[in-house]
């Protein structure tokens, strides 16, 4: 099931879907957004699986209407890798790469590109990155090259379905994906969806807790939440400008 919130006006802009996973992410995002009918937001669901089934069907349904999306962006908050992406700090993915799509063998993990189908990474368009990091960048004040609470940075963000929850399991994904800095549950199934439609994506995650040991008490959800909105309510006017000639 997807629920959405729309903004609507009458100006002529880039359409954009934002997908989120659940309704606190949705409203995180939409609230921060001026009235403006370029910008959709949809809750669609937990996992890969979900926000593929629910991204696709969203952007059908537009295109079956005669009002197309030229962008998709997932949203939400994720766990950082410490202590590079503290938490309260933003990733904006410059490489979308699901981390346990594949099969074990005798000498470990093989990505399913490694046994002849699929893709694992999406990228970004690399412009759309770095307008979005450093509009988010203003929205705290942070200078995008540090890294500290309120940071933003660039990186590549993991797709699981299963959540990270222990040292061995984090260890091994950073050895596996150097350049990672956030694992979430959504972004390389809504970039599915999105290369499907032959549409641009982009991931924005607002780190909520460490990846790891599952420790409830150092999650911080609402911290996350408000930076996720932060960052929309100054990145919004990039995403609505945005086009596939930039």
Same mark, same amino acid.
């Given at each position: 099931?997807?629920?959405?919130?729309?903004?609507? !006006?009458?100006?002529?802009?880039?359409?954009?879907?934002?997908?989120?996973?659940?309704?606190?992410?949705? /409203?995180?995002?939409?609230?921060?957004?001026?009235?403006?009918?370029?910008? !959709?937001?949809?809750?669609? *669901?937990?996992?890969?699986?979900?926000?593929?089934?629910? +991204?696709?069907?969203? %952007?059908?349904?537009?295109?079956?209407?005669?009002?197309?999306? *030229? %962008?998709?962006?997932?949203?939400?908050? &994720?766990? &950082?890798?410490?202590?590079?992406?503290?938490?309260?700090?933003?990733?904006?993915? !410059?490489?979308?790469?699901?981390?346990?799509?594949? @099969?074990?063998?005798?000498?470990?993990?093989?990505?399913?590109?490694?046994?002849?189908?699929?893709?694992?990474?999406?990228?970004?368009?690399?412009?759309?990155?770095?307008?979005?990091?450093?509009?988010? @960048?203003? @929205?705290?004040?942070? !200078?995008?090259?540090?890294?500290? +609470?309120?940071?933003?940075?660039?990186?590549?963000?993991?797709?699981?379905?299963?959540?990270?929850?222990?040292?061995?399991?984090? #260890?091994?994904?950073?050895?596996?994906?150097?350049?990672? %800095?956030?694992?979430?549950?959504?972004?390389?199934?809504?970039?599915?969806?999105?290369?499907?439609?032959?549409?641009?994506?982009?991931?924005?995650?607002? $780190?909520?807790?460490?990846?790891?040991?599952?420790?409830?008490?150092?999650?911080?959800?609402? /911290?996350?939440?408000?930076? %996720?909105? /932060?960052?929309? &309510?100054?990145? #919004?006017? $990039?995403?609505?400008?945005?086009?596939?000639? /930039?």
């Amino acid at each position: 099931m997807t629920t959405d919130t729309r903004h609507t !006006d009458t100006r002529q802009n880039t359409r954009v879907l934002v997908a989120t996973a659940v309704p606190a992410e949705r /409203d995180a995002v939409a609230r921060a957004l001026p009235p403006s009918g370029a910008i !959709d937001v949809l809750a669609v *669901g937990v996992g890969p699986a979900a926000a593929a089934a629910g +991204t696709a069907t969203a %952007l059908a349904r537009a295109e079956a209407t005669g009002h197309p999306y *030229g %962008l998709v962006v997932s949203a939400g908050i &994720g766990g &950082g890798f410490a202590p590079d992406a503290p938490v309260g700090s933003l990733i904006v993915a !410059d490489e979308i790469t699901v981390a346990d799509l594949g @099969a074990e063998t005798p000498d470990g993990f093989a990505p399913v590109t490694e046994l002849g189908f699929g893709a694992i990474t999406h990228r970004p368009p690399p412009a759309l990155v770095r307008e979005t990091a450093d509009a988010c @960048a203003a @929205a705290t004040g942070t !200078d995008t090259d540090t890294v500290q +609470t309120g940071t933003v940075q660039t990186a590549t963000v993991l797709t699981v379905s299963t959540v990270t929850g222990s040292a061995d399991r984090a #260890a091994e994904l950073r050895r596996r994906h150097p350049r990672a %800095l956030a694992e979430a549950m959504e972004g390389f199934g809504v970039a599915e969806a999105a290369a499907l439609h032959g549409l641009p994506v982009l991931e924005i995650r607002a $780190v909520s807790n460490p990846v790891g040991p599952r420790d409830r008490a150092a999650w911080r959800i609402g /911290d996350a939440l408000a930076a %996720l909105s /932060d960052a929309f &309510g100054k990145c #919004a006017p $990039v995403l609505r400008s945005w086009n596939t000639h /930039d």
